[in-house]
């Protein structure tokens, strides 16, 4: 439990650089305790409306109002309420229902929210009375209605302007999950779906097969039929996105379909926005890259709404795309709270991930080989790959040591801790060499890190052998950056 706001920097090698992981070490945090008495310590909380769970009341069942301590580490999760109503659940018109939730933040006109480029005055609990007032003043229901539908209100008091030192505004918060569904799915995927579909059947099922030869990693969903995808959840989605320009690059090319090229420039962009709002720790840098990629966004979304507006009807002009103006002020004001969209205890329910439980030591070293298989001779295993040129002379390995290492142990399995380059914590990747994982061939691809600089490669083999008292863990790699 933190009762003090906190500020903390880190030496990059050349300075010291700010940065914000967790809502107090964030500037409201911080402008909150500066007004404060001395003796005093603010106790903050963040409260939303989860309208994507029902919770039980008695014999009712409602949404609740779920309050997080701010003062406590972000990774303390809230429970899970109970399950939905099955007549309803999982359709689309019920999550639409759901998360449907305005945020009213700044004083942008109806009709300028494009516009991600131009701040407009945030709205405050102190003016919105004022416009009350002003339309409680007009002579006519007409005159009133219209004056309050300028500032999209109602003729309703908000029972927190009588709360002192409270503005309801200030403390709305931008939310990651819901935006991109909307943004991405209802908007940018759904014109990349048509345009695709404009091409032909041929096109079709190429980005189809492209997203099932996608190679098959750790918690990434293996999607099939993919152009038939009109509704899913948040992190299907988000696996959508994160092969989307691989699989479509090839199919929608500049000089073949301009438009479709200009889209899929967007939806680039619009990833790497996403992924500047995703880190867990958010740097000045940081902050400030993602500001520019939002101007580079809505430069190129743009281009693409005047160019298509010929072969459209659609209206750009609603808060969630204007929303992108706010993102890294409330970072930077706030710090969002970071909740995967997939929780290990789930992951570890689910039938077709890697059983990790019995490997998760907190004492393990730094690489860890498991699934052992059994002991071979290099003679053995060069002519077992006698096909794949990666192993011929294989057995030269063997030289390379004084002593002579008469037999292997082969693996399928690699754990590797190292340190986040994002929020400098230990993390661990689950890696496999397998022939065969979920009766499909599963190779993944790895950061090696050379006497020079970072390569990337890809996995061939792994094994264990003994050379005196020593077991050695090796792996035989593709490098993709050096000379084949």
Excluded at 299 to 309: C, G, M
Excluded at 356 to 362: C, F, G, K, N
Excluded at 365 to 380: C, D, I, M, N
Aim: charged share 25%.
């Amino acid at each position: 439990m933190v009762f003090d706001a906190q500020r903390f920097s880190k030496f990059d090698g050349k300075t010291f650089v700010h940065f914000v992981d967790e809502p107090f070490t964030a500037d409201a945090f911080w402008n909150v305790q500066s007004q404060l008495p001395p003796s005093s310590k603010p106790l903050a909380f963040v409260l939303y409306a989860d309208k994507t769970r029902l919770s039980s009341f008695g014999t009712a069942k409602g949404y609740p109002v779920v309050a997080c301590l701010a003062n406590l580490p972000v990774d303390i999760c809230n429970g899970q309420g109970v399950k939905e109503d099955r007549d309803h659940a999982g359709k689309p018109s019920w999550v639409n229902f759901k998360n449907t939730t305005m945020r009213n933040i700044c004083l942008v006109p109806h009709d300028k929210l494009l516009n991600i480029l131009k701040c407009y005055p945030p709205r405050t609990s102190t003016h919105l009375q004022e416009v009350l007032k002003a339309a409680w003043a007009k002579a006519t229901a007409e005159e009133k209605e219209e004056k309050l539908k300028e500032y999209g209100l109602c003729d309703v008091i908000n029972a927190f302007s009588a709360m002192m030192y409270t503005d309801v505004h200030d403390a709305l918060s931008w939310d990651r999950l819901h935006f991109n569904v909307g943004l991405h799915h209802d908007d940018l995927w759904a014109k990349l779906q048509k345009i695709i579909v404009g091409l032909g059947r041929a096109k079709v099922a190429q980005m189809d097969k492209n997203y099932e030869a996608f190679p098959h990693w750790r918690n990434l969903k293996h999607l099939a039929q993919v152009m038939n995808i009109s509704f899913a959840d948040g992190s299907v989605y988000e696996d959508i996105s994160k092969m989307v320009v691989y699989a479509a690059h090839e199919i929608l090319m500049e000089d073949d379909c301009p438009l479709g090229y200009l889209l899929l420039r967007c939806i680039c962009l619009f990833l790497k926005l996403d992924a500047y709002t995703a880190l867990e720790v958010h740097t000045t840098e940081t902050i400030s890259a993602g500001r520019h990629v939002v101007q580079a966004f809505s430069t190129y979304l743009q281009q693409y709404i005047d160019k298509s507006a010929d072969k459209s009807d659609k209206n750009w002009n609603f808060p969630k795309l204007h929303m992108c103006v706010h993102i890294f002020d409330n970072i930077e004001v706030k710090d969002p709270l970071h909740k995967p969209l997939a929780d290990s205890d789930d992951l570890e329910d689910s039938g077709d991930v890697d059983d990790l439980v019995s490997l998760d030591d907190a004492d393990s070293p730094h690489v860890k080989l498991g699934s052992r298989q059994a002991v071979q001779t290099f003679e053995l295993i060069e002519d077992t790959h006698k096909e794949d040129a990666a192993f011929t002379h294989f057995w030269l390995f063997n030289s390379l040591y004084q002593v002579e290492i008469k037999q292997i142990t082969k693996c399928h399995f690699l754990k590797v801790n190292y340190e986040s380059m994002v929020d400098w914590r230990q993390r661990t990747d689950y890696l496999r060499c397998s022939p065969k994982f979920f009766n499909t061939a599963r190779f993944d691809c790895v950061f090696i890190q050379t006497k020079d600089k970072v390569i990337f490669g890809h996995l061939l083999f792994l094994f264990e052998c003994v050379v005196g008292d020593i077991t050695l863990s090796l792996a035989l790699i593709h490098p993709f950056d050096a000379p084949t």
